[in-house]
């Protein structure tokens, strides 16, 4: 139980054009989407914070306009980045929390999606 | 908002020999203590977490002390094996209730831990 799928797992672009990444829930609702982003030997750092049906909360520094996040079941949300640049390009990695339906959920402990990779050409 | 140090960056350790990470956190209300592995271009992996109402906490060959006081929390692991070779993150959230999970985690920044043969 407790898994979180993503798509694509890798995708390439040119500069200009948007790019939009999913985060699936398989098993459970998940409640509470975060979208993470970490730079080759960098950690992971917090995007945003998406709850079904609400806006998501961005971080300070990152642009809302840009990185549209979209919550809008309780089994998937959206990352789509929008005019990407090649300094875009990244792993972007979601993780979900939520009450299970299997699998026996703990209230701590957040699933985090296999990651995508972002490059911009 | 919360700040959490790691360290060392690096680490290297013959096999069979204990490794220890160290990280602090800023802010005293943060109560949850996860540490991930991560392999490279993977998914962090949780291996062990700890809540403020415990010092310590062992699970095989992995355990993780926490001070409370100090704002400082460790992770051990004993008699390496090459497969633990990864990066390492410690992290620090606030959790309270049933929305616990739902509340962000504020990541350190990682230790490369190699295990030589």
């Known amino acids: 139980g407790a898994v979180v799928s993503q798509h694509p797992s890798w995708v390439i672009c040119k500069s200009g054009t948007s790019v939009k990444i999913e985060c699936r829930s398989l098993d459970f609702q998940a409640t509470t989407m975060f979208w993470y982003r970490q730079f080759p030997k960098q950690s992971l750092m917090l995007m945003a914070t998406s709850n079904e049906g609400s806006k998501a909360t961005y971080e300070q520094g990152v642009e809302k306009d840009k990185f549209l996040i979209n919550h809008a079941s309780l089994t998937l949300s959206t990352l789509t980045v929008t005019s990407a640049h090649p300094e875009d390009s990244s792993f972007y990695i979601c993780?979900?929390?939520?009450?299970?339906?299997?699998?026996?959920?703990?209230?701590?402990?957040?699933?985090f999606g296999p990651g995508t990779r972002l490059t911009v050409l | 908002g919360e700040n959490v140090e790691q360290h060392p960056s690096t680490l290297s350790v013959q096999e069979g020999d204990s490794a220890v990470i160290k990280c602090t956190y800023s802010?005293?209300?943060?109560?949850?203590f996860p540490w991930y592995k991560q392999e490279l271009g993977k998914r962090p992996q949780l291996i062990i977490d700890i809540r403020s109402n415990v010092g310590e906490k062992k699970d095989q060959r992995i355990a993780v002390t926490l001070n409370k006081t100090a704002k400082h929390f460790s992770l051990h692991i004993t008699e390496t094996q090459p497969e633990d070779s990864a990066v390492y993150f410690c992290?620090?959230?606030?959790?309270?209730?049933?929305?616990?999970?739902?509340?962000?985690?504020?990541f350190g920044t990682g230790t490369q831990l190699k295990v030589e043969l």
């Open positions: 992290a620090a959230s606030i959790r309270g209730g049933l929305t616990g999970g739902g509340n962000k985690l504020t």
């Open positions: 993780s979900a929390w939520g009450t299970g339906l299997a699998g026996g959920l703990t209230r701590n402990e957040q699933f």
């Open positions: 802010d005293s209300a943060s109560n949850y």
